[in-house]
């Protein structure tokens, strides 16, 4: 009879063992080859260290040419000698310049000085963030290319002004017509 009670203890030794995480040695852990556990989704609330060194780039859109400089810093934005708020008034325009550093989640930690010349409110945002996606990808391509690749902030829009044809009065309209 010490036999068979024997028997199920031991049946239960080898269950606890099959199981990950029994064991005091954590050897269950180790020969699990497949978790159906996702990883742990990384923090949001400690930024990334940012990578030291300065970085420069130029970005276009339409007429408008950005020269950028980012510098890790505290998140001052130097535009023409103004601030953000001051240059784009307008919150979309801030918030389209400022899409890379949300997107790699680098919000605060680089300083921004920036030339604009050219263009009008919104072709001036657009290169200035091409420009600034263009430094940042420059100052750690391993890390910051991926994303922005996938975002489409590296690519830029070649979407330009249609020149006037002859006869009409701007590229595609017409004077108007007069049957008589």
Same mark, same amino acid.
């Given at each position: 009879?010490?036999? &068979?009670?024997?028997?199920?203890?031991?049946?239960?030794?080898? #269950?606890?063992?099959?199981?990950?995480?029994?064991?005091? &040695?954590?050897? !269950?852990?180790?020969?699990? %080859?497949? &978790?159906?556990? =996702?990883?742990?989704?990384?923090?949001?609330?400690?930024?990334?260290?940012?990578?030291? !060194?300065?970085?420069?780039?130029? !970005? +276009?859109?339409?007429?408008?040419?950005?020269?950028?400089?980012?510098?890790?810093? =505290?998140?001052?934005?130097? #535009?023409?000698?103004?601030?953000?708020?001051?240059?784009?008034?307008?919150?979309?325009?801030?918030?389209?310049?400022?899409?890379?550093?949300?997107?790699?989640?680098?919000?605060?930690?680089?300083?921004?000085?920036? /030339? #604009?010349?050219? !263009?009008?409110?919104?072709?001036?945002?657009? %290169?200035?963030?091409?420009? #600034?996606? /263009?430094?940042?990808?420059?100052?750690?391509?391993?890390?910051? +290319?991926?994303?922005?690749?996938?975002?489409?902030?590296?690519?830029?829009?070649?979407?330009?002004?249609?020149? +006037?044809?002859?006869?009409?009065?701007?590229?595609?309209?017409?004077?108007?017509?007069?049957?008589?």
């Amino acid at each position: 009879m010490a036999e &068979s009670t024997t028997t199920p203890v031991e049946t239960e030794d080898v #269950i606890d063992d099959a199981l990950p995480g029994a064991g005091q &040695s954590g050897e !269950g852990d180790a020969t699990v %080859a497949y &978790s159906s556990e =996702s990883a742990p989704a990384p923090s949001t609330t400690a930024p990334r260290p940012v990578a030291i !060194g300065p970085a420069a780039a130029t !970005g +276009r859109r339409k007429e408008a040419v950005a020269r950028v400089r980012v510098v890790p810093g =505290s998140g001052q934005w130097r #535009i023409n000698g103004k601030g953000l708020d001051q240059y784009f008034p307008n919150k979309v325009h801030q918030q389209h310049v400022n899409e890379p550093f949300v997107l790699l989640d680098l919000d605060g930690q680089y300083d921004v000085i920036a /030339r #604009i010349d050219g !263009g009008g409110v919104t072709g001036q945002a657009g %290169a200035l963030r091409l420009g #600034i996606s /263009r430094a940042l990808n420059e100052v750690d391509v391993e890390t910051n +290319r991926p994303p922005l690749k996938r975002a489409g902030m590296l690519t830029r829009d070649p979407r330009a002004k249609e020149r +006037r044809k002859a006869g009409l009065k701007k590229a595609r309209k017409a004077p108007q017509y007069s049957k008589r």
